[in-house]
Nanobody
Framework: QVQLVESGGGLVQAGDSLRLSCEESGRSLITYSMAWFRQAPGKEREFVSA????????YYADSVKGRFTISRENAEKTLTLQMNSLKTEDTGVYYC???????????????????WGQGTQVTVSS
């Protein structure tokens, strides 16, 4: 059983930075392709960023490109999302997700991911 735990959310002002983390019981995440999604109140869950297993190829939604950086750190045990120049529209619950299996996948599609964390709240005030 894969249990993902996110941390690092909080209340910040527009223009500030936050760093989100996702871990799975201290085990390496390198065998999973992983992603961050977010969900604002009243809206559908939307893709933010993803990273492929092993090679670590990053993917970003256009809305966060150039501001957010996804990476695996801590000997591949921690998935991080560095969020800079935050905007009010970045507000939402951020979820970490993981999928098993290799090859290409439909990166922004929530159905492609098997495991999900409980989410961490990010609130950006103006």
């Amino acid at each position: 059983q894969v249990q993902l735990v996110e941390s690092g959310g909080g209340l910040v002002q527009a223009g500030d930075s936050l760093r989100l983390s996702c871990e799975e019981s201290g085990r390496s995440l390198i065998t999973y392709s992983m992603a961050w999604f977010r969900q604002a109140p009243g809206k559908e869950r939307e893709f933010v960023s993803a990273i492929s297993r092993f090679a670590g190829t990053p993917y970003y939604a256009d809305s966060v490109k150039g501001r957010f950086t996804i990476s695996r750190e801590n000997a591949e045990k921690t998935l991080t999302l560095q969020m800079n120049s935050l905007k009010t529209e970045d507000t939402g619950v951020y979820y970490c997700a993981a999928r098993t299996g290799g090859g290409n996948w439909d990166v922004p599609n929530t159905k492609q991911y098997t495991y999900w964390g409980q989410g961490t709240q990010v609130t950006v005030s103006s």
